[in-house]
């Protein structure tokens, strides 16, 4: 009974959050079983409460510096150190602008978190989709300096999908090669089926991505440290999001250099 008092301790202790908890895994019983699935549980709990506190920090860290700037702003208006003027007042609105986009960036991040839970999903033909998406992206490609080249397949591709979530995706993905394509630059944008899946190839110019950076662009609120940094404000959140509606739909993505000299995400997503 000892290893079963043991357990029964154990789990108190994990219950009331302690996850540094472990048992003894000798054995080939079932006893032993059980304690390596407890070891497991308790140790994935304890990397989670980890990565909870860095993503907190992380998001107070991000918060904190709009915040302070338009502290600094108003209290040197306020002082008299700056006169209130248009273009004062063109930086504050700014600096909202950001903020508030930091934040529905991570609200966002939030619900894509809940997963399918919170999708609609409907009957979506890509290419008629993709279609329109690629038009509605034409103007600003344009003002950019981008020079924008879609390869559209002729076989026909209907998906489960939430539009409004894979738009979403599309977006972020597209804001992203705005934001960090050298000027004149370029995109490629392509797909294809392949058995019960649909690959989709977005290519941009440079520059690109060292390898060891590019492994970590899906993690939340990381910026590179190299030419593709935070130059132009972006928040780090956008390939997360990108991440979760692509898994969300039951499908994945992955990185790699362009032959352009930028960066290639390829998402696979399931074809009826």
């Known amino acids: 009974l000892r290893p079963i008092r043991l357990l ?16 003894d895994e000798r054995g080939n019983d079932e006893l032993a079983q059980l304690a390596k699935q407890f070891n497991f549980m308790a140790k994935s709990l304890d990397e989670n409460k980890s990565v909870q506190r860095q993503w907190i920090a992380d998001i107070s860290h991000e918060l904190r510096t709009p915040v302070a700037v338009l502290r600094g702003e108003i209290e040197a208006l306020v002082d008299g150190v700056r006169p209130l003027n248009e273009q004062r007042m063109r930086s504050l609105h700014e600096e909202v602008l950001q903020l508030q986009a930091l934040i529905s960036e991570l609200h966002e ?45 002729t076989q026909p591709c209907m998906i489960k999908a939430d539009e409004h979530k894979l738009k979403q995706m599309f977006v972020n993905l597209f804001n992203n090669t705005l934001s960090y394509t050298d000027q004149p630059g370029a ?11 649909l690959k989709i190839f977005w290519a941009d110019s440079a520059p690109g991505v060292n390898p060891q950076e590019r492994e970590k662009l899906f993690d939340r609120l990381f910026r590179g440290e190299s ?3 935070r130059r132009t404000g972006g928040s780090g959140l956008g390939l997360a999001i990108v991440k979760n509606i692509v898994e969300s739909h039951g499908g994945s993505i992955e990185v790699e250099d362009s032959s352009f000299g930028g960066l ?6 399931p074809i009826q």
């Open 8 to 23: 029964q301790e154990g789990m108190k202790k994990l219950a009331s959050g302690d996850y540094t908890q472990r048992l």
């Open 187 to 197: 995109l490629s944008v392509s797909w294809q089926v392949e058995g019960k899946t």
């Open 109 to 153: 991040l939030n619900v894509s978190d809940l997963g399918s839970l919170q999708y609609q999903m409907v009957d979506l033909d890509f290419s008629d989709f993709m279609h329109s998406l690629m038009t509605q992206f034409a103007s600003a490609s344009d003002e950019a300096n981008l020079t924008l080249h879609c390869v559209e397949s």
């Open 227 to 229: 030419s593709r940094n």
């Open 264 to 269: 290639m995400f390829t998402l696979r997503l």
